[in-house]
């Protein structure tokens, strides 16, 4: 297992090389003088235009400016932004806990809700309950995350009242960060009221974004689910006569899980590195709105380093998946390994 391990992470390093690259060349492609935007209506000297090129080092190739760039990333720097003056890597960790919180949790209710929409589904073949639950699926999968994160916001906050628009928490709290998780933060803080007005502004944010995510392991673990109830050892415990819920937990629940969990997997990561637009829907302060900001101040190093940053964890949660899927079936993450 060591050797397909270190063959695995083997692939990281030239796969980061390559998102580094058509990065770089991306946010060079975006119309815009960096320094122009910067200065805005106060307008800028040719000289002093000049002189900041040359202090940012876009006055360089472009070659060289990605030349140094890799330099760098080899020293573990991710550069520093051009609006704050922050090291990359800083502002990346700070902002972190924020898209973490509302992602984990967007993953737990895709979770908490679509397997069992799924294995339901399943036991009700061809049924009207069967019909429903994938009909809801394919919608809530099709849906754009922007669309019904505003419709949502319209219906639920601004005509209901039910949940604010957005933000972690109400202008009302504040308290020092300790974790940078805001329920958790909200809870330590002793603060009254803090970690309710804290789940109200997570539950708009959190059905949104994990409203596709629940749709694809209903429709994953539905699909499951048929194939295993159709096996001979599931069949074997029916006419020992164990009752319906003992055969789907204790039988074909565990081997119907496997492609559940690869699927999920590959959502649970591009939810991180997918949550830009539900950020910025609800205007909140993770790593999605940090990096549209940057595309709008033409913030470059932020860009670069931002999202090989994003790439970093897409990587790393996609390697937890794959030792994921060998404990839940050594034989079939042992084939998958080898491939």
Not at 226 to 254: C, F, I, N, W
Not at 322 to 327: A, E
Request: hydrophobic share 55%; charged share 15%.
């Amino acid at each position: 297992m060591l050797g397909l391990l270190l063959r695995r992470l083997a692939l990281v390093v030239p796969t980061l090389l390559a998102v580094a690259a058509v990065v770089f060349v991306a946010v060079r492609m975006v119309p815009g003088d960096p320094i122009q935007v910067r200065t805005a209506e106060r307008g800028v000297t040719p000289e002093r235009h000049a002189e900041l090129m040359h202090d940012y080092g876009l006055d360089q190739p472009v070659w060289r400016q990605f030349l140094d760039f890799v330099g760098e990333l080899a020293k573990g720097d991710f550069g520093t932004s051009f609006s704050s003056h922050a090291p990359v890597a800083q502002e990346f960790v700070a902002l972190l806990p924020a898209s973490l919180e509302l992602s984990f949790l967007a993953m737990g209710f895709g979770l908490l809700f679509g397997i069992p929409a799924g294995i339901i589904a399943a036991t009700r073949r061809g049924s009207m309950v069967d019909r429903s639950v994938m009909a809801a699926a394919l919608v809530g999968y099709s849906m754009p995350v922007f669309w019904w994160g505003l419709l949502a916001v319209l219906f639920f906050s601004v005509r209901l009242g039910w949940t604010p628009v957005s933000g972690r928490i109400g202008i009302a709290y504040f308290f020092p960060p300790v974790t940078g998780f805001m329920l958790v933060d909200s809870l330590l803080s002793g603060v009254r009221g803090a970690f309710g007005s804290a789940v109200r502004h997570l539950i708009l944010p959190v059905v949104v974004l994990g409203t596709i995510p629940l749709a694809a392991v209903a429709r994953m673990t539905r699909s499951a689910m048929l194939e295993v109830l159709g096996e001979d050892y599931v069949r074997t415990a029916r006419a020992k006569g164990l009752s319906p819920l003992q055969v789907v937990v204790g039988h074909a629940l565990g081997n119907a899980l496997i492609p559940v969990v690869t699927v999920f997997g590959l959502y649970a990561s591009s939810l991180l590195a997918g949550a830009v637009l539900t950020e910025y829907v609800f205007a909140w302060p993770g790593i999605g709105s940090w990096l549209i900001q940057a595309i709008g101040r033409r913030d470059y190093p932020v860009l670069q380093g931002g999202i090989l940053l994003v790439a970093v964890s897409v990587i790393g949660i996609n390697l937890a998946v794959d030792l994921i899927c060998r404990r839940l079936d050594p034989r079939g993450a042992a084939a998958f390994w080898a491939r």
